[in-house]
């Protein structure tokens, strides 16, 4: 009797030890454990990178561990991607965050755009396809966040002097387009929402994207809400150099109170460059449009402090369906990267298990 009694109770031992084991194993059946606390949504189009508790607070301060990121991803997959997004997992960007973006340079190999190449790879445990690294703070960012602006920072670069002005009114260097009639995803103004002589005033200006009132970001434009411009879509090696109109750098600045956010500033000095006269200094980008890249393809990483709920998923797989859309999307006031780069280049991020190892 005894000896029954023991094997009910070993049986029972047995059978709860193995539901347990099991619920671990099968933690979410919409995930694929890739190991080293990365896991595949069924999706296909994205992965989960957990880190521990507390750590999710590094990257909300843009301070998280890039390169163990990237190595640790790298090595789940072949050297197919152009670029990461590591998408951190607040429901909107937290209080003590201070970007909406930022992007991590790896590899840059093009010439004529204002830096010489360079190859960051092993510090990133990175293959040699891999070019960056994008950091959007909210989960809804690859829609809503300045996804276009961080792409473009592999080939959008300080290829002429723009200025700004710093908080005690000084005015200093800019990398971004400051105040230039570049206008686009990296700052500055359109040319034909310029006015000049406000109030009678010489060098007194007022412009904007969509309108004088609008003013304008002196180092982007609302985030995906415009497109590439046509000095972008050339550094992006989308277009020939034949189709950029000059550019006009302000200097001199000062900017009036109460008056800066309508986009009204003061300069002195304003000198137009052509694209040969960038060219003189650059020299032309190679490769050139004919010869360069149209197709690129993305790896999404979630970073997450606990397992990804339902919901959280749905946005993000929402969010990569708009962002790869080869179509306009009916939406005046977004652009995805078919639409910003006017049908020109396309972007893919799902398929990802083909490029497992």
Request: some cysteine; proline content about 4%; charged content about 25%.
């Amino acid at each position: 009797m005894k000896s029954k009694y023991f094997l009910i109770i070993l049986m029972s031992i047995f059978y709860l030890g193995c539901k347990e084991n099991s619920s671990v194993i099968e933690e979410d059946p919409a995930l694929k454990n890739l190991g080293d606390n990365v896991y595949l949504h069924q999706s296909d189009n994205a992965v989960e990178f957990r880190v521990m508790q507390g750590e999710l607070e590094f990257w909300n301060n843009d301070k998280g561990d890039v390169s163990k990121l990237t190595s640790t991803v790298c090595k789940k997959f072949v050297d197919d991607f152009d670029f990461i997004i590591a998408v951190l997992n607040n429901p909107q960007i937290p209080t003590s965050t201070n970007y909406a973006g930022s992007y991590n340079s790896i590899i840059d190999d093009i010439n004529g755009i204002g830096l010489k190449p360079y190859d960051y790879s092993k510090s990133y445990g990175s293959g040699k396809k891999l070019k960056g690294l994008i950091t959007l703070p909210a989960i809804n960012f690859i829609k809503n966040g300045p996804t276009l602006h961080e792409l473009g920072h592999y080939c959008i670069k300080h290829i002429v002097d723009t200025y700004i002005t710093d908080k005690n009114g000084k005015q200093i260097n800019y990398d971004h387009w400051g105040y230039s009639d570049a206008g686009g995803q990296m700052g500055g103004f359109k040319p034909e929402f310029v006015t000049t002589n406000l109030d009678g005033e010489a060098n007194k200006y007022q412009a904007g994207y969509q309108g004088k009132e609008d003013g304008f970001g002196v180092a982007s434009n609302g985030r995906n809400k415009v497109p590439y411009s046509k000095i972008e879509l050339y550094l992006l090696g989308l277009i020939p150099k034949t189709e950029v109109p000059p550019i006009k750098i302000y200097s001199g600045l000062s900017l009036p109170v109460g008056e800066i956010r309508k986009g009204v500033f003061y300069a002195t000095e304003v000198k137009t460059y052509t694209i040969d006269d960038i060219i003189a200094t650059q020299g032309e980008r190679v490769p050139n449009v004919v010869a360069s890249q149209k197709k690129f393809r993305i790896l999404t990483v979630i970073v997450t402090d606990r397992p990804v709920n339902k919901s959280e998923w749905e946005i993000v797989n929402s969010d990569i369906e708009w962002f790869t859309k080869q179509d306009d999307d009916g939406n005046n006031d977004l652009f995805n990267f078919w639409e910003a780069t006017g049908g020109r280049a396309t972007i893919k991020m799902d398929g990802l298990k083909s490029s497992l190892k």
